[in-house]
């Protein structure tokens, strides 16, 4: 395996200015420079990339888009929002790889056009923040932003703007209204960001992550790239271990790595030393595989012929002793409470399915109440501005149908059986 993003030993600090040039940093940009816009579209293109925030889009088609639209106003937004629960991927690149993140920005900058950037992070990630605010100044200063790049006529500046702390404030439209100065909800679509995005101006979102792969890929080339990952999704991604495994934290691998592999070997299995009894792949709006699924690969396709999703790579294991209804019942909450209520149709289907796995986790509700959710989820689909409507539907059905004797137990016993054996999930 040969990483890409996190190529410096993590437990040795951030990467600095320096010792990113020491790496070939900027190098990629200086050629490129000479070479044209059309070389970073092709690259980035040709390597079959795909966006790493979790809808898996390929970024080159994403980015001829941007570079096709007229006029001479364009922006890009590096989407570093990241409000998935349990996920840390974003804020280890952006604390550690602040120029990786940067020259991907800049690289893409030019490719479509744009001459400002914004780096659009969580108002929590203080170091982040920070570091990346030095990056730019140090790029600026080092004349990688600024004024006539390189001698050519492509200009750009770079600043941030600190994103909230809500779900939705993640979602890429409802970026552009945070850093227009209003709240982060999500837009009706289309037009699409690449139409018409900040300001109204065509505009390249990408998450933060996805940008640092694009000086390797520029500078390596396409096939290079390819070496790594599968046909549909070359490359590698972050993956975020949970707490309950005994290596917790980020790593790097190739797309289509087993999912026991990656528990196992690069997570060291789980702390308790207990058997996984059901996982959530890729954050709470995938659905639930159980554990005769472990040796899936982790990759959109494979993962989508069970039931669930790659995601942005973070990870939940439901542990032997465990009860799923537990789980389910804070993802219910979570999406009833994140819905920013814009559309009726979300509101009424996360509020109510936030009731029924209530009541079942209270023992007062009934299996012809869990019987509703398809039908609601059914109701609900395609009446959303934004994903979050069809987010609670996978987890909630892929949980009854694996877990039907979790739910009866709460259901008969009126209680939760892992209160008589080992905890909660
Ligand atoms: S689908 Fe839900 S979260 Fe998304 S914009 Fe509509 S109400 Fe808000």
Not at 23 to 29: F, M, P, Q, R
Not at 256 to 273: F, Q, W
Not at 290 to 296: F, P, Q
């Amino acid at each position: 395996m040969e990483p890409i993003v996190l190529t410096k030993d993590p437990t040795d600090g951030f990467q600095t200015f320096e010792e990113y040039g020491a790496e070939g940093g900027y190098e990629a940009l200086r050629r490129v420079l000479a070479d044209g816009p059309q070389a970073v579209l092709d690259a980035v293109e040709g390597s079959g990339l795909r966006g790493r925030g979790g809808a898996c889009f390929p970024t080159g088609q994403k980015w001829r888009f941007a570079a096709q639209e007229p006029g001479p106003v364009k922006y890009v937004v590096a989407n570093g929002g990241e409000d998935e629960p349990g996920s840390q991927k974003d804020r280890v690149v952006m604390e550690k790889y602040p120029h990786k993140i940067l020259e991907g920005i800049i690289l893409a900058s030019y490719a479509i056009g744009a001459t400002e950037a914004v780096l659009y992070v969580n108002s929590e990630y203080a170091q982040a923040i920070t570091r990346l605010e030095s990056a730019i100044a140090e790029a600026t200063r080092a004349g990688y932003l600024g004024e006539r790049i390189g001698g050519t006529a492509f200009s750009l500046t770079a600043r941030i703007h600190p994103a909230p702390q809500e779900y939705v404030a993640g979602e890429d439209s409802a970026a552009l209204e945070a850093i227009e100065g209003r709240r982060a909800l999500p837009r009706q679509k289309p037009p699409f960001p690449t139409t018409a995005g900040l300001f109204g101006k065509p505009t390249l979102v990408n998450n933060v992550e996805t940008f640092a792969y694009v000086p390797a890929i520029v500078q390596n080339g396409p096939n290079w790239f390819r070496r790594q990952g599968t046909d549909d999704n070359p490359g590698t991604m972050l993956f975020t271990l949970p707490a309950n495994v005994r290596v917790p934290g980020v790593v790097e691998l190739p797309v289509g790595t087993p999912l026991r592999e990656i528990i196992d070997v690069h997570g060291g299995g789980l702390a308790s030393g207990r058997g996984i009894k059901s996982i959530l792949p890729g954050g709470p709006s995938s659905g639930f595989l159980g554990a005769a699924d472990l040796d899936v690969a982790m990759d959109r396709g494979p993962l989508m012929e069970r039931g669930s999703a790659l995601g942005c790579g973070v990870m939940r294991i439901v542990e032997e002793g465990q009860c799923v209804v537990e789980v389910v019942h804070e993802i219910a909450q979570f999406f009833a409470r994140e819905s920013c209520a814009q559309c009726p149709a979300c509101q009424m289907e996360t509020s109510t399915i936030a009731k029924i796995i209530d009541s079942v986790q209270k023992g007062t509700g009934t299996s012809q109440m869990l019987d509703q959710i398809p039908k609601i989820g059914a109701f609900a689909k395609g009446k959303g501005m934004c994903s979050l409507i069809s987010m609670p539907i996978p987890p909630l059905t892929s949980a009854t149908r694996l877990f039907p004797e979790d739910f009866a137990f709460h259901l008969e016993q009126h209680a939760c059986p892992a209160a008589t054996t080992l905890g909660t999930g």
